[in-house]
């Protein structure tokens, strides 16, 4: 596989930026800037972890991150809690606004949350697979993400993220 790079931007205050560089080592390194805010992470989060294969990872702005080596997959989670929170609507358009070439598959919209799974194309003619769940409880967000280096692999382990977001219980 040749290597890829993955850029998912989400605005809300700050601006998060995830990228995995993938080799054909299945090898991975995780580098993200976090703008300063005075907003803070979720206290008491209750979640599922995900089985092996995966494997957890840290990251100092994520809340929590996995990884799955044998697929090249990764499941995280980031919350924001701040007591000026932009809309639902707000937070969804700021993510996909800055990702340049993509495909939005599906979109499933509720008073509290939305469900987006989006095929990004990049330049070196790789494409990518993301599962977002983006949820607004007592003033905070939560954006659960599940990205798969193929369509393949997501449709294999689309099971695993449902059960995430099934899983996750914030305060």
Known sequence: MKPFLFKQYIFLGCIIILTA????????AFSMVLKKTKDKKADQVKFWSPPQPYKRQTHSQLDALWWNQQTNSYLSYFSNCSRNLQSLK???QG???????YRLIKTQ???N???SVIKIYHPDGEQTMSGMYTLVKNNCFYILNFIADSEKSF???????QKFIKGFQPK
């Open 113 to 115: 949350h939305i469900y």
């Open 90 to 92: 707000d937070i969804e």
């Open 21 to 28: 560089h993938c080799s054909s080592l299945r090898k991975s």
């Open 109 to 111: 919209r509720a008073k």
């Open 155 to 161: 449709k294999k382990e689309r099971a695993i993220f």
């Open 95 to 101: 993510t996909l606004s800055e990702i340049e070439n």
